[in-house]
């Protein structure tokens, strides 16, 4: 008799503890993040969808990131994951091992959600079970999130071509954009530990061809665009498409064919360019220029043909 009463009070108890998991789990990963951790943090507390929890993980931090993640952890669906510098990639994959949420977001540690961005695309995702995650517009922002434009996603049915393609934001932001099923990420994906700053778009291409995709027409996240971010790191971008190509090609994601050629082309395409026009080194991006041509040279003419105007200042385009 007190086996069953046992047995039943822990059926309640257990029931009352899945009750009251979250809904949805957002991972910060946070390097010296100081500067903008707060508001960041605030984002999320400010949502007007409530069941949430919050996994920072300061990622071997020198600064006082850990201090500032302490002054929330009174907030019982705040936690952190204090471990050594491994990079962003794994920092975000430790969130996700620890991520007890149906669903799952990432925030980047300078970025900001609008109040509605939870409750928005809760409702796309719960309303709909055949969406695997959704995405919206973004609005791109100083560093004191004053708005400078809005960037509009796609609602594409060919969203992993244009993300092979890369010649427009598919999924802008994507880290602090997306919101999915916890299981996508928990048991197809993770962000790729040898990407840096390439990690977000490779992570666009896994989830085009790996998963169904919504897109909600309206800017819901704040994304902050810094002197010193790390997509101005060109070495870093360089290396990063390199391994794409590689990976595109050893995985047969794109089997081999004219697109595949256009695909890889454009990789080399892209990075020649940020040779070019950020680190002014033509040197660097001239070398590049070379592998585009030789991988699809009608279609890296047809590009560069198009891109000559702009360098000669008679188009804003």
Known sequence: MKIRIYSGLFDIFASVQTSMEPEITIIIPAYNASAYLTDSVSSVIKQTFTSWELIIVNDGSTDNTKEIVGTFLTDSRIKLIDQQNKGVSAARNAGITDATGKYMGFLDADDYLLPNALQRKYEVLSNNPMIDFVYSDVINCDSKLNEVKVQKGIDSANLLKEALLWQKEVIPTLPSNVIGKASLFKEKLKFDVNLSNCADRYMKI?????????????????????PGSMSKKIALLEHDEEYIAKKI?????????AFRRKVIA???????????????????????????????????????????????????S
Do not use: C, H, M
């Open 266 to 316: 454009n990789i080399y395409f892209t990075v020649s360019g940020s040779w070019y026009k950020d680190a002014k080194n033509p040197g660097r991006a001239i070398r590049y220029f070379f592998k585009a041509f030789a991988a699809s040279p009608f279609y890296i003419l047809g590009r560069a043909l198009q891109k000559i105007p702009v360098l000669l200042g008679f188009s804003r």
């Open 249 to 257: 090609i050893e995985t047969n994601l794109v089997p081999k064919s």
């Open 206 to 226: 896994e989830l085009a061809a790996n998963a169904i995709g919504a897109y909600i027409p309206e800017s819901l996240v704040k994304y902050r665009d810094t």
